[in-house]
C-alpha cells in the first residue's frame, strides 16, 4: 500500500523495532498537512518504536524544530503559513543538523534537486509506501548516530557513559533506575536550557502532560537526592513557575 493517493491510506509497514534501550527514546517531527497521511504515518512511526510529534503547518513545525532536539523530521512541501522549503532553508540557517525526509508530490529531477540543496537529506516523493518511509528513517538515523552521537556527556564534575550506563559525580558511582538516567540524560543534553515539566513528561515518559500529576517533581527530587545532596555544588535548579534546568551553579 501507499500513501499520498486518495485511495490508499491502509497501513503497510515492516515490524521494525529500534534496537537501542528501552528508556531511550527517538523523536521525530512530522509535518504534514494532509489529516490522513499524517495519522496513519504518525500511528505507523509509533508502533515502530518511535515518539512522534505532529503539526500541520510551517510555522508551528519552525517553532518546534528550533526548541525541541529532535532525531529528525518529515516535512512535506505543500504546507500552509510556511511551506515546507523555508522552513527546511531556515533550520539549515539556525545551525539546526538533524535529519530532514521531504515529502512532495512534486516528481521532477528539478524539484528534488532544488528539496537536496536547500538542506534536505533525502526526499521521498508521494504516493509512497510506509516500509520506505520506514527504512529511510532508520537509514537516516544510524547515519546521524556515527556522526554525531557522543560516547559520554560531562557537565562540571557529573559524567554520563552512555555505553555503559553508568553516572559519576567526581570520582562517586551514583546507581540510577532507568527512568532517572532518562531524567538525567534528557537535562544533560540540554545543559543550560531551561525545560518545562511538559517538555519532560514527551520526552521522558512520551507521553501528554496532565497538568494534576506531580511524577515529574517526585522524580527529579530522587535525582536531586543522588546527583546533588552530597555535593556542595549544585547542578539541578528549579526556575519556579517554568521548569529545571541543568548547570553549574554561579
Known sequence: MVYGSQHAFMIAYQNETLTREEDDIVRLLLV????KIAL?????LKEAGF???HVDNGED???FALTVPYDLAIVDIMLPKLDGLSMIEEIRRREISFPVIILSAKRSVDDRVKGLMIGGDDYLTKP???SELLARVH?????????SNPSSLVVADLTMNLQTRKVKRGEEEIDLQ???FSLLEYLMRNTGQVVSKTMIMEHVWDYNFNPGTNVVESKICYLR????????????HTIRGVGYVLKEDA
Not at 496513519?40 to 505507523?44: A, E, M, S
Open 40 to 44: 496513519f504515518v504518525k500511528r505507523g
Open 61 to 63: 513545525g519552525l517553532h
Open 32 to 35: 504534514e498537512d494532509d489529516a
Open 178 to 180: 532507568p527512568l532517572e
Open 51 to 53: 515518539a512522534v510529534d
Open 128 to 130: 509512497f509506501s510506509f
Open 139 to 147: 537509514a537516516l538515523i544510524r547515519r546521524a548516530s556515527k556522526l
Open 225 to 236: 537526592d543522588k546527583i546533588d545532596k552530597n555535593f556542595e555544588r549544585k547542578l539541578i
